[in-house]
């Protein structure tokens, strides 16, 4: 009995070991493994990748009857996270072969990626590798079209190393095929649930909404990915949702190296960026770079002048202590440079983007009845642009238009190379969709082209600071007055590699031909409270005018003032500023007597030079009231109306909202009038102004507003202004000649 109950304990004890072995053996093994039980989860969604070699290349096989395009997407691996953030350069050699193994075609496609950003609101790339974190350069993709590949049935991918930063690279290869259902809707219900929720949330509105042919093509088109040859145990099930994204990816061949984020300036282009106060600005250049900085004065009350940046190394500079404006940059050689604003954050510039055109390739666009559209283009001089206007696919009306600029300064082309190329001015055409016109068609033979839409009642909302808003900043966000429109056949383009990207600098403000001649507005019969203010004689410094009217002054000292007799042809006044109430008031100087000046603070003269200040009339408006004023006086139409506004209590922000009644013709036209408008004022509290009221003895100015009256309207009637506060204002008509008969209060500059 002993031994059974010996012989039993050992049993039972084995087997027990036997499964602790296994038990471990396999959790071993899945560890070792570590096969995802769940593909994707709210953080991060993986995906197998293939390290290409130097010595020996990849080989992925497809179908050329039924493959369309193959896209090869690959991203750079470093050991740890890169302490710069340079790009980081490398190649991709690839073959493609023929049935018998014939190489029918080689090339090199480079690449220039930056390492993915560790920023909790960026995405983080990761590689795993024998359990190991490794960092991941931003991934890089480069298509190969159904042209190049009808002979070929194998690609071979092998990695040419330009940066030893790089531990390595790894690809996913996807070939394009058609989706063996003829049917859509069977098409889309095949799809993953995933794939299906982020097509319907997220490509279906805003400036990622697909286009009909695209939501189709997404479809009825697959992408496969591709197993390289000779590599075992390919699993591609935990890629399920990740490699069946639609993607629509611009890419560049970086073989010209040229670094995106860098500025290029060369005797035909040269770079601008705004600066803005309190802000430094960090320029890096190559040594020996000859560059020539000028600064610009956007309101041009200050001739431009050039800076003399502070050297901090033979590659660096710093422009520090600038007022608001615009600075430029040329050079009498091509150079690549970057400028940072305090020292850190690159200064981005403006992108667009524009369909090419050709005899063979058209754009179509889907627009609203009752629209409005900006059509945009670049085309040689002479050559022409044509627009068709469609009703249910009936054509209805045509134009033709003419090009007639020439190389732009400032705007560049960016090739697939990323190499920057000179390229003409922009010409814009405005145009009314009539109600019957839902499609347009805009052809031409050589010609970039994009198109913008509005709604003629659409809100449209712009800030006013002095001296400039920076647009960066969140308290100065508005609403654009016009949208960029995809177009209905945008894939055609994409596939053709038909889209160019243009570099957008802002070119300095020119000089005018004709000074503009203001004449302020005489509200009596609409406005019951009016009074004086005394403010600033801002001139632009082209303007060689002198002021000396009888409404401009200077400031005089009180021991000259006696001495001065009448050296006019009109009555000689002083304006006293003092300390007790009233604090501003007016004297003709022949009875002005001494004892009037006890309290003296400031005193001002409309004798002599240089006349410094200007007498102005202002209205008094109450808050949300709407006032209507006649845009014209004697049949004359200005070119543009000027609003000023001042407050006699301090606001953090006015805003305004005008309101234009005007026809507008219906034939195209270069220029165009947005006919309602808001604004919000923003003050600059160190600028308060002398006001004559005896109840308010300053005023705070707010930045004026300009309404131009454009060709684009055929008879403007009256202009509607509504404020948000009480406000006192001046209205101003812009003519291009004076008036002969002024009164002292309507002689005004904005």
């Known amino acids: 009995m002993y031994w059974i109950k010996q012989i039993l304990r050992f049993v039972i004890f084995t087997t027990l070991l036997l499964l602790f072995v296994w038990f471990a053996v396999t959790l071993f093994v899945w560890v070792k493994s570590a096969e995802p039980s769940n593909t994707s989860t709210l953080f991060n969604i993986r995906s197998n990748v293939h390290w290409l070699k130097t010595d020996s290349a990849l080989k992925f096989s497809f179908s050329p009857s039924r493959t369309m395009s193959v896209r090869v997407l690959s991203n750079g691996i470093f050991e740890s996270q890169p302490l710069d953030e340079q790009p980081v350069n490398y190649a991709i050699e690839y073959q493609l072969l023929d049935a018998k193994g014939t190489v029918i075609y080689k090339g090199t496609y480079h690449h220039a990626a930056k390492a993915a950003s560790n920023d909790f609101q960026q995405q983080v790339k990761q590689i795993i590798e024998n359990r190991e974190a490794l960092a991941v350069a931003s991934g890089q993709s480069f298509y190969l079209n159904r042209e190049e590949l009808q002979q070929a049935t194998t690609i071979t991918l092998k990695l040419i190393p330009e940066n030893a930063q790089l531990k390595g690279v790894v690809v996913r290869v996807h070939a394009q095929t058609s989706n063996s259902i003829t049917d859509p809707a069977k098409a889309w219900l095949k799809r993953p649930t995933e794939w299906r929720e982020r097509m319907t949330n997220y490509h279906t509105i805003g400036e990622n909404a697909l286009t009909n042919e695209e939501k189709y093509n997404s479809v009825m088109l697959d992408w496969q990915k591709l197993a390289p040859q000779g590599v075992p145990n390919i699993d591609f099930r935990a890629d399920l949702l990740y490699e069946s994204l639609p993607y629509n990816v611009l890419n560049h061949d970086f073989s010209t190296q040229l670094d995106l984020d860098s500025l290029f300036i060369s005797e035909q282009l040269n770079a601008s960026f705004r600066v803005y ?16 900085l000028v600064w610009h004065d956007l309101r041009q009350l200050d001739a431009p002048r050039r800076l003399t940046p502070e050297m901090l190394s033979n590659t660096q500079s710093k422009l520090s202590n600038l007022p608001a404006g615009l600075v430029t940059i040329s050079a009498n050689a091509p150079t690549s440079i970057q400028v940072y604003s305090n020292g850190v954050d690159p200064i981005i510039p403006l992108h667009s983007y524009y369909y090419i055109l050709n005899a063979q390739t058209s754009v179509y666009y889907q627009v609203s009845p009752k629209s409005d559209i900006a059509l945009e283009w670049r085309a040689p001089a002479g050559s022409t642009v044509s627009v068709s206007l469609y009703s249910n696919n009936q054509r209805i009306k045509d134009y033709v238009f ?7 300064l400032y705007d560049r082309l960016i090739t697939e190379t990323t190499e920057r190329q000179a390229l003409p001015a922009a010409e814009r055409r405005y145009l009314a969709i009539p109600g019957n016109v839902n499609q347009i068609k805009i052809a031409a033979e050589d010609a970039m082209v994009k198109l913008q839409a509005r709604s003629p009642t659409f809100n449209y909302l712009s800030h006013r600071c002095d001296p400039v808003c920076d647009p960066e900043s969140p308290i100065y966000q508005g609403i654009d007055a016009w949208f960029s429109q995809k177009a209905d056949n945008h894939y055609l383009f994409h596939t053709q590699k038909q889209i160019a990207s243009v570099r957008l600098f802002e070119a300095p403000p020119e000089v005018p031909d004709l000074l503009p001649q203001y004449r302020s507005k005489d509200l009596d019969q609409l406005l019951a409270v009016s009074d004086i203010a005394l403010v600033p004689i801002e001139q632009a410094y082209f303007d ?18 006696f001495k001065l007799g009448e050296a006019t042809n009109y009555p000689s006044s002083v304006i006293v500023k003092q300390k007790r109430k009233p604090t501003l008031f007016e004297v003709p100087l022949n009875t002005l007597q001494i004892e009037e000046l006890t309290n003296t603070q400031a005193l001002f003269i409309n004798q002599g030079i240089p006349r410094t200040m200007r007498k102005i009339r202002l209205y008094k408006v109450a808050k949300s009231t709407p006032l209507t004023v006649a845009v014209s006086d004697n049949n004359l139409q200005p070119n543009a109306l000027v609003v000023k506004v001042f407050s006699a209590d301090p606001q953090d922000k006015i805003t305004v909202a005008t309101t234009l009644d005007s026809t507008k013709v219906l034939t195209p036209s270069d220029e165009y009038t947005i006919l309602a408008k ?21 005023l705070y100015e707010y930045p004026s507003i300009t309404l131009p009256l454009f060709q684009d309207l055929t008879s403007p009637n009256t202009i509607t202004l509504r404020f948000s506060h009480d406000v006192w204002i001046s209205v101003l008509e812009e003519h291009e000649q004076p008036d002969a008969t002024l009164n002292w209060w309507q002689n005004e500059t904005p």
Do not use: D, G, I
């Not at 003419?402 to 732009?408: G, K, S, W």
């Not at 009217?549 to 009180?558: I, P």
């Open 277 to 292: 106060e309190h802000t430094e600005y960090l320029v890096s250049h190559p040594e020996k770079a000859n560059l020539t």
């Open 402 to 408: 003419t090009a007639t600029a020439e190389l732009a």
């Open 544 to 561: 060689t005018s002198v002021p000396q009217m009888e409404f401009e002054y200077r400031q005089v000292a009180k021991s000259e003032l």
């Open 678 to 698: 808001h604004f919000v004022l923003h003050p600059n509290t160190a600028q308060m102004r002398m006001f004559f009221n005896p109840s308010h003895t300053e």
